[in-house]
């Protein structure tokens, strides 16, 4: 398995700014990760697929100038979410891919954009 | 493209009894693996069970066992003795080779005192 972090676990904003959301591997070499939004009472939906050194593959109506992931090594992928709004405050997850059918997952960002 | 389906959006069991959480899947793909996830209300996702396609053996974890029929598309979860800590939502998943997870709507599950 792999255990994933998530840093911060909680963040507000005001509408406007930017959020960073780090997601670290810290025992395995994460050539891909992924990032996953969950709304309430909603289950998680795939926004992104990140590749360590490579551009991201944004799944389709996820907007990649809004979301800018980065996953400059292979214990690091970022999502930041640039000019907030209230309609993007979510729970955001990411996981780490480990083999071809397996997947271990962070705890979690809660995002609250004021 | 896969589909999860998991027809129960909300389920209730009494403590130390068994209860089955339904899941049907779509996939053109021969090999796949299929997964139930738990997430308690700190939200963190919990691995519960696991499946290989390829294995005609159902799968058991302890407490926790799954009824898989190929054929049928069909990956039931059986949770025996339940205990108050296996309150959850709980999401059953499909993964094809070298591809996504794909996430059913997830049912909620009630264990009652």
């Known amino acids: 398995g792999a255990v994933v972090s998530q840093h911060p676990s909680w963040v507000i904003c005001k509408s406007g700014t930017s959020v960073k959301i780090e997601c670290r591997s810290l025992?395995?070499?994460?050539?891909?990760m992924f990032w996953y939004r969950q709304f309430p009472k909603q289950s998680l939906m795939l926004m992104a697929t990140?590749?360590?050194?490579?551009?991201?593959?944004?799944e389709q109506g996820v907007e990649k100038d809004k979301f800018l992931i980065n996953h400059a090594s292979l214990t690091l992928s970022t999502l930041t979410v640039t000019s907030a709004h209230p309609e993007d405050s979510s729970f955001y997850i990411c996981?780490?891919?480990?083999?071809?059918?397996?997947?271990?997952f962070g705890p979690g960002t809660r995002l609250t954009v004021l | 493209a896969q589909t999860v389906t998991q027809s129960q959006p909300e389920m209730s069991v009494q403590e130390a009894e068994t209860v089955t959480l339904s899941c049907t899947y779509d996939t053109s793909e021969s090999d796949y693996y299929l997964f139930w996830y738990k997430q308690p209300p700190s939200r963190q996702m919990i691995l519960v069970i696991r499946?290989?396609?390829?294995?005609?053996q159902n799968a058991t974890e302890n407490r926790f066992s799954v009824n898989f029929q190929k054929a049928a598309k069909s990956f039931s979860l059986k949770i025996s003795d339940s205990q108050l800590g296996d309150a959850a939502m709980y999401f059953c998943a499909s993964s094809n080779y070298g591809q996504n997870f794909v996430f059913g709507p997830g049912t909620r599950l009630s264990v009652l005192p």
């Open positions: 499946q290989e396609a390829y294995k005609q």
């Open positions: 996981s780490v891919r480990t083999s071809k059918y397996e997947q271990f």
């Open positions: 025992d395995f070499q994460a050539t891909t």
């Open positions: 990140s590749n360590e050194g490579s551009k991201a593959t944004y």
